[in-house]
């Protein structure tokens, strides 16, 4: 029987069959590829043709017929040759790379096609746009904007066999980037005039070699990443920035800043007096220091005839004749032309303060039936030219009493008859007394102030003293003394009993009353008698 069959293939593909025309039953046959038997054992005959199944090995194929029984060997007539068809030609895929949002894309190639091969596009292993047959020259797919791996399969148009070409290309699509360029320079807030500045532009999606042009007011300056000069007053600084970054959209960016210049002042601190320059003694004046250029952490001193005394906007005390106060200022103002200023001085003049002191006598006295009709006189020492008189009842202001004299003839028991007297020079004081009354027949020992005799020592003192003297009665008799100040303010207080009229009672004060004069009050029901003390401690 005739060997047939065979012929040529793909490689990788399935393989061609060998047959044989006809066999004989019982009857084996075997497949030689050259001398190399094919499968593990002979094939049976069927009487009819045999398939010797798909051959995928190149080569020269027989068959050699065998009869069991006799053991006799017979070579089939003819051959069949199995052969490869070639692959394609591997080429190289170009082309691919990167491109900014938004263009066109980038090209994808074949740097050779052959003629009679056509060539397949495949973008992440599936298959885009239609096949290009080769011509024997480069092959262009065009512009790729989709972003993956594209390959290229090529398929021979007489054999169909395919080839995968050698590589592959990559498409990105690189994000568009804004430059921008910030304008810095060393201080936050202001610049004093006449300072050099260095000026720094720091870049955003500048890329690795950005360019610069410096501009004052628009004109161009430097090349640099920085800047020196001195600027003037609202001087417009910009920076410009050419970026070579990848995708730059659009590739310059500006920055700029407004120069805010101070010009160089001198610090000054000016003090003023509540009271100007003269007062009277014994007043508690306050000194205020206004600044100018004094900075953010001012330092504020008092100096009072040569020795600081305090510090801070405001001082106050109690001056005294020929007081010489001034402020002296460290500024830390930062465009300064000097650190420590002095102020005006104040020359201090201090005028005698005068108290005057008030009696009142009541006729017929302080003791007196109801309905008496009772005149009051206010006999005043040191109460200047035009002293003025208010009179109370019970403390309550009497409406029009007004002069030396005050009469009053509806008394109640114990009613309290008293008089201020106001000096009206610049120095003058007001002073307070008074008169307690009984009413009704009240058994109260008369005491006419003509007969205190009682004196403070030492005055001036330390703020320790002896009241001493004498009521002028012979009864027991009871005494209030109290001590205000200035301002009237009660700082000493205690009762006590004038035996047989007489009293000598030390008093004692707090060494931290200020030094000044004060008001004694020597009160009994029936009198009393204001004495000027002054301390000095």
């Known amino acids: 029987f005739a060997v047939t069959g065979g012929g040529s293939f ?18 084996t046959y075997q497949l030689y590829n ?11 005959g069927t009487g009819l043709a045999l398939d010797f199944g798909t051959q995928t090995i ?55 096609a052959d003629g009679g091969v056509k060539y397949q596009l495949y973008v992440g292993g599936v298959a885009t ?90 004109v161009n300056k430097g090349t640099t990443n920085s800047y020196t000069y001195v600027p003037a ?6 920076a410009i920035l050419k970026s070579n970054a990848v995708c730059p959209s659009p590739d310059t960016a500006i920055g700029s800043v407004i120069m805010p210049i101070i010009p160089i002042s001198s610090p000054v601190v000016t003090i003023s007096s509540d009271h100007g320059d003269t007062v009277c003694g014994g007043n508690l004046i306050t000194y205020t220091a206004t600044t100018k250029f004094g900075g953010s952490a001012e330092k504020l001193t008092w100096v009072l ?9 405001t001082y106050s005390y109690i001056p005294k004749q ?15 032309d000097t650190n420590r200023v002095f102020s005006n001085n104040i020359f201090m003049t201090v005028d005698s303060v005068i108290i005057p002191s008030v009696t009142v006598m009541a006729d017929p006295g302080a003791n007196i039936a109801t309905g008496t009709k009772v005149t009051f006189t206010a006999v005043a020492v040191d109460g200047g030219d035009a002293p003025l008189y208010q009179w109370y009842v019970n403390k309550v202001a009497v409406s029009g009493a007004t002069t030396t004299v005050f ?6 028991n114990l009613d309290s008859v008293s008089v201020m007297v106001q000096r009206t020079d610049a120095c003058g004081k007001a002073t307070f007394n008074g008169i307690k009354m009984h009413v009704g027949g009240v058994s109260v020992l008369q005491v006419s102030a003509s007969a205190i005799d009682i004196n403070v020592l030492p005055n001036p003192n330390k703020g320790e003293f002896m009241v001493k003297g004498s009521f002028g009665v012979s009864d027991d008799v009871a005494v209030t003394l109290e001590l205000t100040n200035m301002l009237g303010q009660v700082v000493y207080k205690n009762n006590v009993t004038a035996q047989g009229g007489n009293i000598e009672e030390r008093i004692k004060i707090s060494n931290t009353l200020a030094n000044g004069m004060y008001l004694l009050n020597v009160r009994s029901e029936a009198a009393s008698k204001v004495f000027h003390v002054v301390i000095e401690q």
Do not use: E
């Not at 793909?10 to 009857?27: D, K, Q, R, Y």
């Not at 070409?165 to 202001?190: C, E, F, Q, R, W």
């Not at 009469?407 to 109640?412: A, E, I, P, R």
């Open 305 to 313: 005839n040569g020795t600081a005394v305090d510090s801070g906007a």
């Open 407 to 412: 009469t009053k003839s509806n008394l109640s």
């Open 34 to 44: 050259g001398t190399t038997p094919i499968g593990s054992s002979p094939t049976i």
């Open 58 to 112: 190149p080569g020269v194929y027989t068959v050699v017929a065998k009869d069991p029984l006799t053991s006799c060997t017979s070579n089939m007539t003819s051959t069949a040759t199995v052969s490869l068809y070639p692959l394609p030609t591997p080429h190289t895929v170009s082309g691919g790379g990167s491109y900014c949002a938004g263009d066109t894309g980038v090209h994808v190639g074949l740097t050779l």
């Open 233 to 238: 007053n609202a001087d417009k600084v910009a």
């Open 129 to 218: 746009g239609s096949t290009i047959n080769g011509a024997g020259t480069p092959l262009d797919f065009g512009l790729k904007t989709v972003a993956d791996t594209y390959t290229v399969v090529a398929t021979d148009l007489t054999t169909t066999c395919t080839n995968m070409m050698i590589g592959k290309a990559t498409v990105k699509i690189n994000a568009l980037l804004t430059p921008s360029v910030t304008v810095s320079y060393p201080y936050h807030d202001t610049i004093c005039a006449g300072t050099p500045i260095t000026f720094t532009a720091t870049p955003v999606n500048g890329g690795t070699a950005p360019t610069y042009v410096w501009q004052v007011n628009g």
């Open 10 to 27: 793909c490689p990788m593909g399935l393989g061609v069959h060998v047959l044989l025309s006809g066999s004989v039953a019982t009857f």
């Open 322 to 336: 020929g007081d010489i106060i001034y402020n002296t200022m460290f500024s830390n103002y930062r465009c300064r």
